[in-house]
């Protein structure tokens, strides 16, 4: 469980967001607001996908990441350019750990830039960060 000043570190960087559970369930929602969170949850697919030890689910995985985020038309298409796309679409046969680590800087980078600045100026974010307070001061009333 997060308290407040977890909470406030999360405005220092996007990784402080994504690697807590409620910091990162906070700015799906933000994204979602946004209709942008197919970004996160590539990254996380990405950060999945590069912890798989058999060689049958590297292809099974990255071939459903590719059907879900990558392929033209794909449900969840992350915007990513063309080379990028390109490179991944050629070399999905015989995918490794790292075939989508291009892909998955740019969608880091893009959340980093665009997404992140944002998400600190919302509601989202101030409504938790509030809680949290109100959380922490609740804690040392009683001694008061």
């Not at 750990?97 to 944002?118: H, V």
Request: neutral net charge.
């Amino acid at each position: 469980r997060s308290n407040a000043g977890e909470t406030m570190a999360w405005s220092e960087s996007v990784d402080t967001v994504l690697s807590n559970k409620e910091g990162l369930a906070a700015f799906r929602t933000f994204l979602k607001s946004e209709f942008s969170e197919e970004n996160v949850e590539f990254w996380l697919a990405c950060e999945d996908f590069k912890k798989t030890k058999s060689s049958t689910k590297i292809a099974l995985k990255a071939q459903k990441i590719y059907s879900d985020f990558i392929q033209a038309d794909a449900p969840k298409e992350i915007n990513i350019d063309f080379h990028t796309k390109n490179d991944i679409s050629q070399n999905i046969s015989e995918p490794t750990l790292r075939c989508f680590d291009a892909a998955q800087s740019s969608i880091y980078c893009l959340m980093a830039k665009d997404s992140f600045p944002r998400f600190l100026r919302s509601e989202v974010y101030k409504e938790l960060v509030k809680k949290h307070q109100d959380r922490n001061q609740k804690r040392w009333l009683p001694f008061l």
